[in-house]
């Protein structure tokens, strides 16, 4: 799927779209948790209501021609974090501006931009840059709601009501793939928006594999807790042993543990233990998963040729969790594999590195680089949180092998 945005809209109306987008989503949260930290590995709430209007400044200043007027915030909402090894931030809220300071900051951004937007013709440069700054926004919008997952209800307010979710037995299905090629990445050459890790098209050929019709759900991931899954040192490999051990993990991050076994930690309030909807966990406990089916994680390759004819779904962000599985008939791909694109992101066996051809997009040199680093795994197929843009097949994901807190399942292959 190739970004597209309608070419009546103006470039001033794309970022008002979009801003909405994200204003709503802030709109959650009460005061009182703006300066809250939920995730240790990431800044404080206040970071990040500054960081999507500094990004767009930074990035399109100098094409529009626009003179700074407050530096100290361009640079300290510039970048956000992700500590590798262990290490975690340790600032204070006092430490950070006032919501008042980081509020005017915003509004003058937006101001300063739509007004030099207005005022312009579109150029490809300036094309290639707003869909630069509209795709950063929609990723932020769901990272964000990753966090904002994991705040106390009291400092949320509903948007909208959380998806009910039915329950039912799915029965487990096995496709089988037969061997062939397969297509990963876009053509430069033909002009289509893509981050710089998209790039370049080629084909690899993919032994025949086998692969789970449906992510694995809460129900299967429960009888490997039930079988001590987390205390089977076999299991587990050396760095993710050493994680699950030194930060006492027992189960999966969004299960809350109850008398009557475990709930579900919902946006705005806990639930049932949906059984048969995907399960969301860390790379390190979906591999741990696989090993106790006796089978692996698909690498990046495989997935591509499982997903072929897969369609993603006509609406996106509607829902707070995943539907059940085996209700993903509509996106079914060629092989009757379900739910591969829109009803949660797919862990991989293959870490994150360029493709051949890569080369850094100037305007944004450190999105991909800097996280080739082997300790990032690659994501593919979006969850019901992400922008419909984003449901493209070459769209690459990432993130490290313990983070817990993305909507993220997987499926098993056997080779």
């Known amino acids: 799927m190739v970004t597209e945005f309608a070419p009546v809209l103006s470039l001033a109306q794309r970022f008002s779209s979009v801003r909405e987008e994200t204003d709503r989503l ?13 995730i240790p590995e990431r800044h404080r709430i206040i970071f990040y209501v500054g960081h999507l209007e500094a990004f767009d400044w930074n990035l399109l200043r100098g094409i529009l021609k626009l003179a700074p007027f407050h530096t100290e915030f361009d640079r300290l909402f510039a970048f956000g974090i992700d500590p590798v090894d262990g290490g975690l931030p340790n600032d204070q809220p006092e430490d950070w501006p006032s919501t008042h300071e980081v509020e005017n900051y915003r509004q003058q951004i937006r101001q300063r931009l739509d007004a030099a937007l207005s005022a312009v013709t579109d150029s490809e440069e300036l094309v290639q ?31 909208d009501a959380p998806a009910a979710v039915a329950s039912g ?41 086998s692969i789970g019709k449906h992510k694995v759900t809460n129900r299967e991931f429960a009888a490997f807790v039930e079988d001590g899954g987390y205390t089977r040192r076999s299991l587990w490999g050396e760095s993710d042993w050493e994680w699950i051990t030194k930060s006492q993990i027992s189960h999966p991050g969004f299960w809350v543990p109850a008398a009557d076994g475990f709930r579900y930690r919902g946006m705005f309030e806990e639930v049932l233990l949906p059984l048969d909807a995907p399960v969301y966990v860390s790379h390190a406990e979906a591999s741990a998963y696989a090993r106790w089916e006796g089978k692996d994680l698909p690498t990046e390759e495989e997935w591509h040729r499982a997903a072929h004819g897969a369609k993603p779904p006509a609406e996106t962000r509607k829902l707070w969790d995943a539907p059940v599985v085996g209700s993903h008939h509509a996106l079914r791909s060629a092989y009757g594999v379900e739910g591969l694109l829109g009803t949660g992101w797919e862990w991989t066996s293959t870490k994150f590195a360029p493709f051949p051809g890569f080369e850094i997009t100037p305007a944004y040199p450190g999105y991909s680089a800097p996280f080739f680093d082997g300790k990032h795994y690659v994501l593919k197929g979006g969850s019901v949180r992400t922008a419909a843009c984003l449901l493209r097949k070459s769209f690459r994901n990432w993130f490290q092998a313990h983070y817990q807190y993305v909507y993220a399942g997987f499926r098993c292959v056997a080779r």
């Open 129 to 159: 840059l707003t869909n630069i700054a509209i795709e950063h926004r929609l990723m932020h919008a769901e990272t964000l709601e990753y966090m904002f997952h994991q705040l106390p209800y009291s400092g949320k307010v509903r948007l």
């Open 26 to 38: 802030f709109g959650i949260l009460n005061a009182s948790v703006l300066y809250a930290r939920p």
């Open 169 to 209: 037995v799915i029965a487990a299905g096995i496709a089988d793939v037969p061997a062939g090629m397969t297509a990963l990445g876009l053509d430069r050459k033909l002009g289509q928006f893509g981050w710089d890790n998209e790039f370049e098209l080629h084909t690899v050929e993919v032994p025949a594999f």
